[in-house]
């Protein structure tokens, strides 16, 4: 049995909150840009990993528009087919943008 009571488990907690929250924030900065990439030149198979991990990781930190956003684009990159459209490009970037501004505000770093 640990030792640990639950100011110590609530502080674990927010501490691996804390640090999923800076990761998706360091690992997402890009991710239109790279989406996009992926998408010019034909490799929608990474394109679907990366928006399927974007809908996961956005999930674990509790963002569940930016995690519904994406899980609506995954649905046209399924079967290796590029069904995306610019307007749902742009409203994934639109939701990872509302993301990402406010974890850089939570943990004081820049976008």
């Given at each position: 049995?640990?030792?640990?009571?639950?100011?110590?488990?609530?502080?674990?907690?927010?501490?691996?909150?804390?640090?999923?929250?800076?990761?998706?924030?360091?690992?997402?900065?890009?991710?239109?840009?790279?989406?996009?990439?992926?998408?010019?030149?034909?490799?929608?198979?990474?394109?679907?990993?990366?928006?399927?991990?974007?809908?996961?990781?956005?999930?674990?930190?509790?963002?569940t528009d930016l995690q519904k956003t994406a899980m609506?684009?995954?649905?046209?990159?399924?079967?290796?087919?590029?069904?995306?459209?610019?307007?749902?490009?742009?409203?994934?970037?639109?939701?990872?943008?509302?993301?990402?501004?406010?974890?850089?505000?939570?943990?004081?770093?820049?976008?």
């Open positions: 049995m640990s030792d640990m009571n639950d100011d110590d488990l609530l502080e674990a907690d927010q501490e691996f909150q804390k640090a999923l929250k800076a990761f998706f924030l360091k690992n997402y900065k890009s991710f239109i840009t790279d989406i996009k990439n992926l998408l010019d030149t034909g490799d929608f198979d990474s394109a679907y990993r990366m928006v399927h991990s974007l809908k996961g990781n956005a999930g674990q930190i509790g963002k609506n684009v995954e649905q046209f990159l399924k079967g290796g087919m590029n069904n995306v459209t610019e307007d749902m490009l742009n409203a994934l970037d639109a939701e990872l943008k509302i993301v990402l501004e406010e974890l850089a505000s939570v943990l004081g770093a820049d976008v």
